[in-house]
């Protein structure tokens, strides 16, 4: 299940810092505007202690976590939707991820320039958040101009799309979201062609200082975006991207050292990919053999086919039911034997909703 949250924010903010911890792929961060003009794209694993403790007690010959996305975008500047920059291509870019990760500066340091002149991670937020209002806006306009001329032929796909498509123009007019209109399910599905770059999730990643990355709360910055994004319900991860990068070149057992001693139980990175993970409503189910431990992604709320589909189309074509049992109630008895004779092994049919961390096996007929 490919699923990509996009990085985006100002320049010289740590996004491209930030993606070289993630991917480790060594993405091109320089100390001017515009240093990644093309979006890059990391593949990551998604922490999850659970897959470690199903090896333990498996055994199996691999053991596959399951991954996320994220691409790295370009920095964006105020007037980018009417071309500023390369405002343009950035936006398009933006277009195709599942959800927005905004870093924002939380950091004074001489050495490195920002765009506006000065440090304001609330001026930063509204400038990215306007040019993404102001591009949706520009959608919307372009379409309702059209849907207004077939509602006036009573066309019933337009009689449907003109009242959302309304909402969503006063709400851009006050420069408020798209995730902030509420709409029908009919209003929703007549508008998700569209794309609107802020219906997408929306995670900010303040990224403070290296001597700062445990005192987060006296952070005057952090504190400023903490409260802009729970004014919209959003979630805050605090990391310090230049810390991040350098622990990305550890192994295991020294990222560890690394982190005891900065005092941290988690690495940045650790909360962020959980994080993204989270926000696209995703959660992760196992199977486990002696061949292989495998962590699957799917969408919260999927029935048993569809997740025997992120497997491979033919199990859910021919899906027959699944033998699933908790990732708790395994490790509680040890063996899916344990668990079976214990009554804790299930046979789950074609309605059964999935939940996060069922360990589970298919059979299907094809």
Not at 133 to 151: C, G, N, P, T, Y
Request: net charge negative.
């Amino acid at each position: 299940m490919a699923l990509t949250a996009g990085i985006v924010g100002l320049p010289n903010v740590g996004k491209s810092t930030l993606f070289n911890a993630i991917t480790k792929a060594g993405a091109l961060a320089a100390n001017y505007p515009f240093a990644t003009i093309d979006p890059n794209v990391g593949i990551v694993e998604v922490p999850d202690a659970r897959l470690d403790k199903l090896t333990e007690l498996v055994v199996p010959k691999k053991t596959v976590p399951t991954s996320f996305e994220f691409t790295d975008i370009a920095g964006i500047v105020k007037g980018a939707s009417k071309g500023e920059g390369l405002g343009n291509k950035f936006l398009s870019h933006i277009r195709d991820v599942d959800a927005i990760t905004q870093v924002v500066r939380c950091f004074v340091d001489e050495n490195i320039t920002h765009v506006a002149g000065t440090i304001d991670p609330i001026d930063d937020i509204e400038v990215i958040n306007l040019e993404l209002i102001l591009a949706d806006l520009e959608s919307v306009e372009k379409r309702l101009a059209k849907s207004s001329k077939l509602i006036k032929q009573k066309d019933a796909e337009a009689i449907i799309e003109v009242p959302a498509l309304e909402k969503l123009k006063a709400a851009f007019e006050a420069e408020m979201p798209a995730r902030s209109v509420e709409l029908t399910e009919e209003e929703a599905k007549a508008v998700k062609g569209l794309h609107l770059l802020t219906q997408k999730p929306m995670l900010y990643v303040a990224n403070v200082a290296e001597d700062e990355v445990n005192d987060a709360d006296n952070n005057e910055m952090v504190q400023k975006v903490r409260d802009y994004a729970a004014k919209e319900g959003a979630e805050v991860i605090v990391i310090c991207a230049r810390i991040e990068e350098e622990i990305a070149e550890l192994d295991d057992e020294e990222k560890m050292m690394f982190l005891e001693e900065l005092g941290i139980d988690e690495s940045g990175l650790d909360k962020l990919i959980k994080a993204s993970y989270s926000l696209l409503g995703l959660a992760t189910y196992f199977t486990a053999g002696v061949q292989e431990v495998r962590a699957w992604t799917f969408r919260k709320g999927m029935k048993a086919p569809q997740c025997a589909g992120v497997i491979h189309s033919d199990f859910e074509k021919g899906f027959i039911r699944a033998e699933t049992v908790s990732y708790d109630d395994l490790v509680e008895y040890g063996s899916k034997a344990a668990a079976k004779e214990a009554g804790r092994l299930r046979l789950e049919g074609k309605e059964y909703v999935v939940a996060d961390g069922d360990v589970m096996e298919f059979l299907f007929n094809v």
